[in-house]
């Protein structure tokens, strides 16, 4: 999902799913609480990397506590339940 992280995985999640994900976990009334690991900006090569990083950071917290993407879908569309 981003590039500065401490251990880059060969087919790890993408962020569509990362966020996919963190929508899902919100919408569940479930998550107690959010530990973001593995991610260091001071691992990036480039400052697009850097700002990359902390963008996907900050999109996954926002998402773990209700952010929701925009995009195509009717406003009143809801996740399917688990």
């Known amino acids: 999902m981003t590039p500065a992280t401490g251990t880059p995985v060969v087919g790890g999640l993408?962020?569509?799913?990362?966020?996919?994900i963190t929508e899902h976990l919100c919408q569940t009334g479930l998550?107690?609480?959010v530990d973001l690991v593995e991610v260091n900006p001071l691992r990036g090569q480039t400052?697009?990397?850097?700002?990359s990083t902390v963008q996907v950071a900050v999109d996954v917290?926002?998402?773990?506590?209700?952010?929701r993407r925009g995009g195509s879908h009717h406003p009143d569309y809801r996740l399917p339940e688990p």
């Not at 993408?14 to 996919?20: I, V």
């Not at 917290?61 to 952010?67: A, E, H, I, K, N």
């Open 61 to 67: 917290l926002l998402g773990c506590f209700g952010r």
């Open 14 to 20: 993408t962020y569509r799913e990362g966020m996919f």
């Open 31 to 33: 998550l107690s609480a």
């Open 47 to 51: 400052e697009q990397d850097v700002q």
